[in-house]
């Protein structure tokens, strides 16, 4: 399973190399934020890919239960993707809000495409929702596996978050 998210990814990489391209001697592979990890990839020889990594599992199983990872944009604010399991409920979206705050609007992230055992969201998040991130505890992001089904609601650690993203932007 890891290498097909290491195959999504690498597509993903080579799309964002121009956007969010970090230099791993900066920001180490696997340093840790909260429960996010840089994860690099070689996108040439002279490229490398970094972004914040952080998964879900389902705890008896170990079946992925969500993946996100973030990665700095050319705005100033971030690239958000979330990967779920193939077979989930596509027109019942992807959607997130902070956890800390009822009041805050959900935001509807887009389904980008499947790809062997996962299906891909993304967004991509201004300056003022990285930095509301950075300092929220966690966000609540939820999808559907079925058009009745009970909604799957992962509370996302964002612990470090705004640190971890502003690492990758110095590193640059």
Not at 6 to 31: L, P, R
Not at 146 to 172: T, W
Request: charged content about 15%.
């Amino acid at each position: 399973m890891k290498d097909h998210f290491k195959t999504a990814f690498a597509a993903i990489a080579m799309t964002a190399a121009s956007i969010a391209n970090a230099s791993a001697q900066d920001v180490a592979n696997n340093t840790p934020f909260g429960d996010w990890r840089v994860s690099c990839d070689a996108v040439s020889v002279s490229q490398t890919f970094c972004q914040l990594v952080q998964q879900q599992s389902v705890l008896d199983t170990n079946e992925l239960a969500g993946r996100f990872a973030a990665f700095p944009a050319q705005n100033g604010g971030a690239i958000l993707l979330a990967q779920v399991p193939i077979g989930v409920y596509l027109p019942g979206g992807a959607v997130f809000r902070l956890d800390d705050n009822d009041a805050t609007p959900q935001q509807e992230m887009v389904w980008q495409r499947c790809l062997g055992p996962i299906c891909e969201a993304a967004i991509l998040l201004d300056e003022a929702t990285v930095s509301q991130m950075g300092s929220s505890g966690a966000m609540l992001f939820g999808y559907r596996m079925d058009s009745d089904a009970e909604p799957i609601v992962l509370r996302v650690n964002l612990n470090r978050f705004g640190e971890g993203i502003e690492a990758l932007r110095s590193a640059q």
